[in-house]
């Protein structure tokens, strides 16, 4: 597996203090206010599994299971709920966690959903922001790293559902899909 990666673009320990990081300013910002916590699978377990285990006050957990790059390396455009929440949002404080914001769409999809919901607050909080990607208008509230134009892959970033267990962020090799 490690032999097919071109390029290690951020290092696991970099990831490891930026989740740090990030978990220290969530703690201040959500402090007595028991935000639900949304893990949009299956590409944030990894980030949402770490970064929640430095929030030292009281969250909820849930997840979303949405795709819509299936095994392409381009958005189909069209977001598919998988798996839907468990947890009723009306009234409630949102984070939404994400491994990356490329095209936007995703992202765009679940805000939408969730106001529709009648969430209280709605909050992003990406490990990756690809701003070259975006075609949707989204931002996020808290990023971790911003990365090229390239496709990317590890801790949870796939390519045809490999990879997502690499404990880096890192660029395949072209070879590996067909480039
Ligand atoms: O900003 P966008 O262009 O919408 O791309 C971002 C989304 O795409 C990936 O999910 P994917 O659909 O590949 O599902 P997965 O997490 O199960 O791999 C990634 O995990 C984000 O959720
Ligand atoms: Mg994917």
Same mark, same amino acid.
């Given at each position: ?6 390029? /290690?673009?951020? %290092?696991?320990?970099?990831? !490891? ?9 969530? =703690? ?5 206010? @028991? ?7 299956? &590409? ?14 009281? +969250?909820?957990?849930? @997840?979303? $299971?949405? %795709? %819509?790059? &299936? ?9 598919? +709920?998988?798996?839907?929440?468990? =947890?009723? /949002? ?11 914001? !490329? ?8 805000? $939408?959903? @969730?106001?529709?919901?009648? *969430?209280? %607050?709605?909050?992003?909080? =990406?490990?990756? #922001?690809?701003? *070259?990607?975006?075609? *949707? #208008?989204?931002? *996020? ?16 970033? !796939? ?21």
């Amino acid at each position: 597996m490690q032999n097919e990666i071109k390029e /290690v673009l951020i %290092s696991k320990e970099q990831i !490891d203090q930026k989740c740090q990081e990030i978990g220290k300013q969530l =703690t201040e910002e959500y402090d007595n206010k @028991f935000p639900l916590a949304i893990g949009v699978l299956k &590409g944030a377990l990894p980030f949402m599994s770490d970064v929640c285990r430095h929030i030292e006050t009281h +969250i909820e957990m849930d @997840f979303m $299971d949405v %795709s %819509s790059y &299936g095994n392409e390396m381009r958005s189909s455009g069209e977001v598919k +709920i998988v798996k839907d929440l468990n =947890t009723q /949002v009306e009234g409630r404080d949102l984070l939404i966690i994400e491994d990356i914001i !490329d095209s936007g769409l995703t992202l765009r999809y679940l805000v $939408d959903l @969730f106001k529709y919901r009648k *969430a209280r %607050s709605i909050k992003i909080v =990406t490990l990756l #922001d690809k701003p *070259a990607g975006r075609t *949707a #208008d989204i931002k *996020a509230d808290l990023v971790g790293f911003e990365v090229p134009n390239e496709f990317v892959v590890g801790y949870g970033l !796939d390519y045809q559902e490999k990879y997502r267990n690499l404990p880096y962020i890192g660029i395949l090799k072209p070879e590996v899909y067909g480039g």
